[in-house]
Nanobody, 119 residues
Framework: QVQLVESGGGLVQAGASLRLSCAASGRTSSIYAMGWFRQAPGKERKTVARIWWSTGTTYYADSVKGRFTISRDNPKNTVHLQMNSLKPDDTAIYYC????????????WGQGTQVTVSS
């Protein structure tokens, strides 16, 4: 089992930056990939970005390409999401997730952290 704890959310104005962090603990040797997802009020949870733990290969949703950067710190079992040029549409609860089984399906989730971007 892997436990995930997010930090770094908050309230910012449009155009500002925020950095989210997610610290993993427990059976971290079983992590294949980690990612960030977000859920806005009344909407489905969607992928923001993901990173494969061994190779560092990344994936971004089209809506955040060029503005968000996902990175990992393997020794610290931590993943970060640097969010620049934030827009009101980025307002959501952001969840960290980890995939601990072959195939990359996320099966461990954090509690979420609120990001609110005002116009």
């Amino acid at each position: 089992q892997v436990q995930l704890v997010e930090s770094g959310g908050g309230l910012v104005q449009a155009g500002a930056s925020l950095r989210l962090s997610c610290a993993a603990s427990g059976r971290t040797s079983s992590i294949y990939a980690m990612g960030w997802f977000r859920q806005a009020p009344g909407k489905e949870r969607k992928t923001v970005a993901r990173i494969w733990w061994s190779t560092g290969t990344t994936y971004y949703a089209d809506s955040v390409k060029g503005r968000f950067t996902i990175s990992r710190d393997n020794p610290k079992n931590t993943v970060h999401l640097q969010m620049n040029s934030l827009k009101p549409d980025d307002t959501a609860i952001y969840y960290c997730a980890a995939a601990t089984k072959v195939g990359g399906t996320m099966d461990c989730w954090g509690q979420g952290t609120q990001v609110t971007v005002s116009s």
